[in-house]
């Protein structure tokens, strides 16, 4: 009996281990999600890369790791939600190295988040500027127009957060939504989907910040976001909304000092392809 209690309570040890470093686990994932639209002209699928809330991480010497993997994913096109840098840091080695590599691969458009509004607008460093010289399409409360594979897209950039979205966002986006082209919408907050971009006509919308909430919870989502509280309504992954779609990314790092819990850094790929046959 003795050595059989000894022997459950090793077992037992181990799988909480092997739980353990599973459920914590910071390594990388890459996923893949799908959308489908009349828009898109032809049978070839435009590949997008999604990447969200980096906060000065880096995966690999120079964020090599992260490159290779993007590269070996052969995107048409790369977006960025916001939060790459951090606030309290003005060192910008790291992202303007980041996205001088990404644009070698795909055209690169970037919709700051809260943490590059803070040095850009608190700080006043010219992180645009400078991400512009690095061949960064920089999106504030603007579009740009690019073919890729005979569709047209018009990509366009919300930095507003919620509370300020009559002010600073609503004027564009009334602009933006008149348009025929497939529009593929970065702004980096989710919450403007609960009310002010809840009806707007987005085909896709690309989000991150809530960083997948934290801990994942099977089944249910993410756990908490300080914007929201608990069980934030969009935390991670496609959701369909009356006149379009939103994609929240769940971010590759985190700035807080609390652990992802069954939450890897996630870099997303997004196929956008021709609507099904019915």
């Given at each position: 009996m003795h050595k059989r209690k000894i022997f459950l309570g090793v077992v037992l040890i181990v799988v909480l281990v092997f739980c353990g470093r599973y459920l914590l686990s910071d390594e990388m994932e890459t996923n893949f999600y799908h959308l489908y639209s009349s828009k898109v002209k032809g049978t070839q699928n435009t590949r997008v890369v999604v990447l969200a809330d980096l906060h000065n991480r880096e995966f690999g010497s120079g964020n090599k790791n992260l490159v290779d993997q993007i590269k070996a994913l052969s995107p048409d096109l790369i977006a960025i939600a916001g939060d790459?840098?951090?606030?309290?840091?003005?060192n910008l080695g790291i992202i303007l190295s980041l996205c001088e590599k990404?644009?070698?691969?795909?055209?690169?458009?970037?919709?700051?988040?809260?943490?590059?509004?803070?040095?850009?607008?608190?700080?006043?460093?010219?992180?645009?500027?400078?991400?512009?010289?690095?061949?960064?399409?920089v999106l504030v409360n603007r579009a740009e127009s690019v073919e890729i594979h005979k569709t047209h897209f018009l990509v366009g950039g919300l930095t507003t957060a919620p509370e300020g979205y009559l002010e600073y966002g609503e004027e564009f986006i009334k602009e933006y939504e008149k348009s025929d082209e497939f529009k593929l919408l970065i702004s980096h907050?989710?919450?403007?989907?609960?009310?002010?971009?809840?009806?707007?006509?987005?085909?896709?919308?690309?989000?991150?910040?809530?960083?997948?909430?934290?801990?994942?919870?099977?089944?249910?989502?993410?756990?908490?976001?300080?914007?929201?509280?608990?069980?934030?309504?969009?935390?991670?992954?496609?959701?369909?909304l009356s006149s379009g779609t939103i994609f929240v990314s769940r971010g590759l790092g985190g700035h807080s000092g609390f652990p992802r819990v069954n939450n890897r850094p996630e870099l997303a790929v997004i196929d956008i392809n021709t609507r099904k046959e019915k």
């Open positions: 790459m840098v951090n606030a309290d840091d003005d990404l644009a070698e691969i795909a055209p690169v458009y970037y919709s700051p988040g809260n943490h590059e509004s803070h040095l850009l607008y608190e700080k006043n460093i010219p992180l645009e500027e400078k991400l512009n010289e690095k061949g960064v399409h907050y989710p919450g403007l989907y609960y009310e002010a971009l809840a009806d707007t006509k987005i085909d896709l919308g690309i989000c991150g910040h809530y960083h997948g909430g934290v801990v994942r919870i099977p089944g249910i989502g993410g756990l908490y976001h300080g914007d929201t509280g608990f069980l934030p309504k969009y935390s991670g992954g496609m959701y369909d």
